[in-house]
């Protein structure tokens, strides 16, 4: 094919300045991607994103009070819908029941709410299905000495509060769960189809602690009562790859762009900061005491 005639040659100097931002174009067209099963607002989960970036959209909050909204319990981390809407959970400690709220973002008046006798629930994540995901357990009392727990993940229309469906989770986990860009849910070492919370793989990974991220690749980071840092596959469930800390990884991993690099930044009760990049190398463990 014969080329244009009006093509002139980049110079080299000018050239490294180009792919940088082709490059940074592509990484941030890539996180936006992979919150894109996430609800279109501010603040659709906690941590904020797919990546547990804490980075919101939207103008800065003024000292000005708009409204306020009294619950029945300790109120959890919300989570915001497209419209607005402020989607959180309570616990009342003294009866064990714990409830669901929508609230209006505007004037705080209530939507609905759901009460869930028993339970306690984890903070929601919405979806662009408008689906809201979230984990409860519920705890049995036996001859009044032993404690049954039951672990559920639980799928409720954002609109009315229904249940859409709940899966009994074999290995319990109390905290809020992930969407990943095809849209599946991930929580603790699992994965469902968040349309009809069909099982699609359960991982090799043990005792999720936390809130999984998600990386513009779709790879889930999580980490585990055993200490690991790992990197499982969205598709399958199988493992990229693990590192390994001095103690329990009970805080959600970050992912974040750092430079060419998408590094994933993991907190360990070893009083440590461990910085990983898509090799699984450790590249830094800047907070150590």
Not at 41 to 67: D, E, I, R
Not at 169 to 190: A, C, F
Not at 197 to 216: E, H, I, M, R
Request: hydrophobic share 35%; charged share 10%.
């Amino acid at each position: 094919m014969k080329e244009p005639s009006n093509l002139r040659p980049i110079p080299g100097a000018a050239l490294g300045p180009i792919l940088r931002c082709l490059l940074a174009a592509a990484l941030w067209v890539l996180a936006l991607s992979s919150n894109a099963q996430l609800a279109n607002s501010g603040w659709p989960k906690v941590h904020g994103n797919a990546q547990n970036t804490g980075q919101g959209s939207g103008s800065y909050a003024t000292s000005t009070l708009q409204w306020s909204f009294q619950a029945l319990g300790t109120v959890s981390d919300p989570a915001i819908g497209p419209d607005g809407t402020v989607y959180f959970t309570d616990r009342t400690a003294s009866s064990g029941t714990a409830d669901l709220y929508a609230v209006d973002g505007a004037t705080g008046k209530l939507k609905w709410s759901d009460l869930h006798m028993g339970m306690t629930l984890s903070s929601p994540a919405i979806g662009a299905n408008g689906i809201l995901y979230l984990t409860g357990y519920l705890q049995l009392l036996i001859g009044n000495q032993f404690i049954v727990t039951y672990y559920y993940l639980f799928a409720i229309n954002s609109a009315n509060g229904n249940l859409m469906w709940l899966d009994y989770l074999p290995v319990g986990s109390t905290n809020s769960p992930t969407i990943g860009p095809n849209g599946d849910v991930y929580i603790s070492e699992y994965a469902f189809a968040g349309s009809t919370g069909a099982l699609k793989w359960t991982s090799s990974t043990s005792g999720g602690l936390n809130c999984p991220a998600v990386g513009p690749d779709g790879a889930i980071y999580s980490g585990s009562y055993s200490g690991a840092g790992n990197a499982t596959d969205p598709s399958t469930g199988s493992e990229i790859w693990s590192i390994k800390t001095k103690n329990e990884i009970a805080t959600s991993p970050v992912v974040g762009p750092n430079g060419t690099d998408n590094s994933v930044y993991f907190g360990s009760y070893d009083d440590s900061l461990y910085a990983v990049d898509s090799m699984a190398r450790i590249a830094f463990t800047p907070l150590t005491t």
